[in-house]
């Protein structure tokens, strides 16, 4: 037990850290590391399962700071517990270029940041998928190899957030016992007192949602000691609401939002030293802190070496398979399983739609990968995800691998950042295609950190018929395309999304959004081809009759629809090439020379796509044709749709045939 | 009083016809409208404050159907109480194209739908915003003419979205006594029964958000009708909470998620009017009822026929300044005011950030326009919204007109939606450009109902600095852009910033994006001119000195690069034009002959934006030069940024000079 002196000067090396950092950087938020930096010391000195020596032990507890923009908190705790890349140089670098010390907390950045944090609401989601992944992989793997806490600090941005809600629902219904949310209850925000603008009882409102919730002084340490020690043996989440003081120390800006985003002054600084009685320099820290400091980050070796002789000891099968889920590797026969359906679709030649297309795959593949957590936002019926032997997850069984995320998209796409963040699992999550929009912040965050999961988003045009615009995508997939690191596949036929599906189960270093449709397609491809020709981006699926003309450049559901025009075109004498894009923003990163084969030289170039034009003018120029979309859609019967909006293969003759003539 | 007897056969009529017009349509949710037709019509008959002869009546009561995919209800009230555009040829073509009862509510479609809805949480949300602005109007004209209230029929989906938590949060947060929401507590989602996926206890959640909440048996009318009665002396929100059975009288579906969102079948449904004792044929409904219903939607006419007296009554002043703010006319001082301005600006010449030219165009207009209703997501001090002399809205004074709307960008941009769709104001709020992503939905809505609203989106590039990537926008343009009906206007400087803020001021079909800088900008627009030249979206800011050898088309803060690069370029004997672009999307859709002059022929394009490139090929073509981003954002000093990503003038004069030279 450590002593209420020890126990502040613990917490003043932080604040003092914290204050020292952002002032040398002139920018980034004291308020929080001040205000909760009793909180955190508590966490850490006694309670945080984890070793500074090796951050990426896949048995430590996590821990997340939702609040990412008190990174002077955790750049602090992980300088002062030892993690190695965070020296008190990189401490002086806060918020400069390249350094370990961003303005907010990147995992792809520094070693012991869990997940990238600052899109308020975000990290305490994502906290939810990592204690999900936690209990699930415990249910496999036993607890003697999985067994920890999720902690997360909040705050109010967190929580006014609606993400919170999805999280904090979810969470609770799912009795995720392992997560305990550290609320940092300051009751202030960038525009004033949080009573400007939030009236919530937030105990209250975690208690309807299925947690256990209580308050705390958050400056008492024993008694944030105590609702942490209650907290980790309830049945359920535990939200503990710790008060706090804004700028813990400052003389005149504690309790103010002048505390909480900018530097604190030279003045105001060397007020606060005085008053939490911190004798020491900019970045100075006296050796008995940094002691006692180090010996925290020290003292979960023994678990840890305890815990990897317990790993060692298991069976030979196990550990190469927890070995294997935890680095992400796929086995062998992924490849040959894939080779295999697409043999089997073109000797077939179903006439299906993509999303049905898409569990075929999965029919094919889930058994070969235990590791795949695929869900939908109450769309299962509809997105085709759940296997025929696929079992939920829900709270008394986690040996599931099928998750009712409910009708939470958000809260579905940042849940899957933490599971695939914490190991384990690849992550799969459905909804319809117009619903990224609902969970882009997350998608967004998955690209950021090159989390590899899978979106599949079906329904993805006007193709869904009669429900109208508002589910009707048409400029998704251009808002999806221009996402640095997204990789968006609009797969034309059942071939096409066997080898999408196989570029996103093996992709390593991001997310990969699969955009289904709801009608049936035809079958495409017909020749057998043992290599994934949707590697490329786009490839010429259809050469032309003779020199060609055109070239008709189309995705997904349109591709039918280009080699139609095709046909109808070398009946009139004008020869076109077919070229299926299944992802244009893949195509644009291919070499230029690999681009000009593809795109070729005919003179006339036509885009057929059931979305607006946006971003298509790098493959067919300015002068180009497009046959798409240039408004919302409608609703009404799907081939009425197509025709009204003239995507047809009619329209693709009628105006390549006046092209030509004019 | 309604009998029970009588009661039921209104109810009746609705099922009958949601279910026939489902059954025809072979399209579309029958579960809904049969489990809340006993609701619907206790609101309708014995509350909702309407006269369907005048669906445009200002101080008529709003009825939102968050659950739009129960549309069938809401046609079915349209039809039944008169209005006289949803004919039953219309209910026979439910979810046909063109007709005006399409999947989900659209009011652009259809009159008497007071908002469009489907993609769920958002109903409730603008809901939100519709008895906000009620309030609002009433403490400014009196209760005179504005005294109405806002219902709201919103599921198990709609309370499960994020979104829905900011907007009770807000809702309660303010007391919006006037809301009062119908919860369709039927225990079904698409996946299977709720408890799949929740378990929150929504009562106690409303609490803890501040409204007062109640269960009740959503098949009692008695029941129902005392609750609403209850409701609407309340001093603050209420949400009563009606146990319904989904698809009520369907013998075998009823109960079920089979009744959710397909037709019943005619076995089933034939079944469900005998239970329900409904002896008619499809679309049939006898004369009494239709007598009755017809009544119903007459009950406000004289309740309006006061309400116009007194609004003629009024004084000259109140009556022209109502009817001008209801119609969306602005003042003509306005379009003098922004001349004036820009007049200053160019004297001035300051060098400020776009965030600030706003702030300085928001002092000169908004005591002209007294339905701005200015608000910002907890960012006030860095959106620069708040003008010197705004006064807060709050629970006990709604005289204000700055909204602290809290970190709900979701929330507020569907507010907004809400207060523009209720009529009187012109809402304007604000977040930083990368949290366009949380908002996006409600946006999308805007732009799809043509709502004049205004997202004031500072911070708009990598010119935010140290934040880092989570807060730096680099795909938001294009995916904005990408919009239909989205306007987005990225000013170079402050006369640009004052006329993109006319343009959307006056704007009267849909929404508009300011994204403007975090950074100081120079003044650009040195000459004086009357005409609003971002009005064409892109126009020639600096003419070459002689044959251009290139032209640099940039926008917002990267005009400035372009214009230095222009004179290094001359220096070198290389002519450039300079293309300022405050409004890609807008320049494309101006006449081709328009485009073609202002691409120019210069055989060097070059486009310089801190953004991705996506979309600008449209006019650089595939082999122009892009100056810009591929990549997420860094943490650091902006200049610093800038440099690192290649961003500068020197990069421009190189790119240009190799393809010149090569």
Avoid at 606 to 616: L, S
Wanted: net charge negative; proline share 6%; glycine share 10%.
């Amino acid at each position: 037990m450590t002593s209420q002196v020890e126990h502040d000067r613990l917490a003043n090396a932080l604040r003092a850290l914290s204050m020292d950092g952002v002032e040398k950087a002139k920018s980034g938020h004291p308020g929080l590391p001040m205000g909760m930096a009793d909180v955190a010391t508590v966490l850490f000195s006694r309670f945080l399962k984890f070793d500074a020596a090796d951050p990426s032990w896949p048995d430590r507890d996590r821990f997340v700071l939702s609040a990412g923009h008190g990174s002077m908190l955790l750049y602090s705790l992980l300088h002062l517990t030892g993690y190695e890349s965070v020296t008190l140089d990189e401490i002086k670098r806060f918020r400069q270029l390249h350094s370990k010390t961003p303005g907010h907390p990147e995992n792809f950045v520094t070693p012991g940041v869990e997940t990238t944090t600052g899109p308020l609401g975000q990290g305490l989601a994502t906290a939810v998928g990592m204690a999900l992944a936690e209990r699930m992989l415990a249910a496999e793997f036993g607890e003697d190899l999985v067994d920890h806490y999720t902690y997360v600090i909040a705050s109010d941005g967190d929580l006014m957030e609606g993400i919170s809600h999805e999280a904090i629902a979810l969470a609770g219904h799912l009795k995720l016992s392992r997560l305990i949310v550290l609320y940092d209850d300051n009751g202030i925000s960038i525009d004033g007192p949080l009573s400007l603008a939030d009236t919530v009882d937030q105990v209250k409102r975690f208690e309807a949602a299925g947690w256990l919730a209580s308050r705390v002084d958050g400056h008492d340490p024993q008694a944030v000691a105590a609702a942490i020690a209650d907290a980790r043996t309830a049945d359920r989440p535990v939200m503990i609401a710790c008060r706090t003081t804004i700028g813990f120390g400052a003389p005149k800006k504690a309790g103010t939002s002048k505390a909480h985003g900018e530097p604190l002054g030279a003045e105001e600084l060397a007020g606060a030293k005085a008053a939490l009685k911190w004798e020491y320099g900019p970045f100075e820290i006296p050796t008995d802190i940094a002691s006692a400091w180090r010996a925290i980050g020290e003292r979960g070796r023994a678990a840890r070496e305890e815990w990897q002789r317990r790993l060692a000891a298991a069976p030979q099968n196990t550990r190469d398979d927890f070995v294997r889920r935890l680095v992400g590797e796929r086995p062998k026969a992924l490849g040959p399983t894939i080779s295999a359906l697409k043999g089997k679709l073109i000797a077939e030649a179903p006439s299906i739609a993509t999303r049905k297309a898409s569990e075929l795959v999965l029919e094919a593949v889930v058994p070969l990968l235990p590791e795949m957590a695929i869900g939908s936002a109450d769309l299962t019926p509809s997105n085709n995800t759940r296997t025929k032997t696929a079992k939920a997850v829900n709270a008394a069984d986690f040996s599931g691998r099928y998750i009712h995320y409910g009708i939470r998209e958000f809260g579905m796409a940042a849940a899957m950042n933490g599971i695939a963040l914490h190991g384990g699992f690849l992550p799969a999550g459905a909804t319809f295609m117009v619903f990224t929009d609902y969970a882009r912040p997350a998608m967004r965050l998955a690209a950021l950190m090159g989390a590899s999961v899978v979106y599949v988003m079906t329904h993805d045009s006007i193709g869904l018929g009669e429900d109208g615009p508002t589910h009707q995508p048409v400029e998704h997939l251009a808002a999806l395309r221009a996402m640095p690191n997204m990789r968006v596949f609009r797969p034309a036929d059942a071939v096409e999304t066997a080898e999408a599906w196989q570029l996103a189960l093996t992709r390593k270093d991001g997310p990969t959004v699969l955009a289904l449709t709801r009608q049936n397609l035809p079958l495409l491809r017909k020749e057998p081809v043992e290599s994934n020709l949707c590697a490329m981006g786009a490839y010429e699926l259809s050469p032309a009759g003779g020199k060609p003309t055109a070239t008709l450049f189309a995705s997904g559901s349109e591709v039918e629809i280009a080699v139609a025009a095709q046909a109808q075109l070398a009946e009139k004498g004008i020869h076109a090439r077919v070229v299926s894009v299944p992802s244009l923003e893949l195509f644009l990163e291919q070499p230029e020379d690999v681009q000009k084969a593809v795109i070729g030289d005919a003179p006339i170039k036509v885009a057929i796509e059931a979305a607006v034009r946006f971003g298509w003018d790098a493959v067919i120029g300015h002068d180009g044709i497009f046959v798409g979309m240039a408004t919302f859609g409608a609703s009404g019967p799907y081939k009425d749709l197509y025709a009204y909006f003239g995507i047809t293969a009619e329209s693709v003759v009628e105006r390549v045939t006046a092209r030509h003539n004019g």
